[in-house]
Structures are given as structure tokens and as C-alpha cells.
């Protein structure tokens, strides 16, 4: 398994963009596919992209498609959520996650996970 530790969040007006960060620990990180899920007040954690181990393939939840870009640098050790033209209803903490067997958008397929980091959009 990886540590993974979120960064980059912060409260921003509608319209705006952030890119949130996530650094994994380890050697093994180019082995896992990584995925970004967020979780607002009250309701469920619900997916919002994910990006294969080489990053040549990414998806993304309809909600945020066309708008967010999820990447990642191996060398780093790190994967990124580009987020632009940021609604209110982004509001959420933002966790990243990695898989060492599945390319997902289902939580439970995850098997690491963050601590989160808080994204506020105002209106």
C-alpha cells in the first residue's frame, strides 16, 4: 500500500480553479491507478475521476467532465485534479485514493486512501 496525502484546497469563488495535489509514498506508486473522490456535507462519497497507472487513460464523473483534468507525474510520485469553472455544488473534501487492481470509479475498489482536503466554492 501507499500513503497518500491530498494538498491544494481552499475556499474560491465560482469561476475560479484549483489544482489539488496528492503525494504517495513508496516505491510503488507507478503500480497503482489513482482516483479522486469527493464527499459533501450530508451526502455520499461519490467518485469523480480516475486515471490508469502509465496515466494513459483517465475517466471522469458527468458532473465534473470537461471541466476537471485528472494527471499524474510518476517521477513525482504524485497525481493532480486540475479543477476549472468551479460550481458551488464542488463543494466537498476532495480524497485521492490508489488501486493496485482496478481502474474504477467504485469506492470499495480502492484499498488507500487520504485524509482529504477541503475545497469551498462560493457563489
Known amino acids: 500500500q501507499v500513503q497518500l496525502v491530498e494538498s491544494g484546497g481552499g475556499l474560491v469563488q465560482a469561476g475560479d480553479s484549483l489544482r489539488l495535489s496528492c503525494s504517495a509514498s513508496?516505491?510503488?506508486?507507478?503500480?497503482?491507478?489513482m482516483g479522486w473522490f469527493r464527499q459533501a456535507p450530508g451526502k455520499e462519497r461519490e467518485f469523480v475521476a480516475a486515471?490508469?497507472?502509465?496515466?494513459?487513460?483517465?475517466m471522469y464523473a458527468d458532473s465534473v467532465k470537461g471541466r476537471f483534468t485528472i494527471s499524474r507525474d510518476n517521477t513525482k510520485n504524485t497525481v493532480y485534479l486540475q479543477m476549472n469553472s468551479l460550481k458551488p455544488e464542488d463543494t466537498a473534501v476532495y480524497y485521492c485514493?490508489?488501486?493496485?487492481?482496478?481502474?474504477?470509479?467504485?469506492?470499495?475498489?480502492?484499498?488507500?486512501w487520504g485524509q482529504g482536503t477541503q475545497v469551498a466554492v462560493s457563489s
Open positions: 485514493a490508489a488501486s493496485l487492481s482496478h481502474y474504477s470509479r467504485n469506492s470499495y475498489n480502492y484499498q488507500s
Open positions: 513508496g516505491r510503488t506508486f507507478s503500480r497503482h491507478n
Open positions: 486515471i490508469t497507472t502509465s496515466g494513459g487513460s483517465t
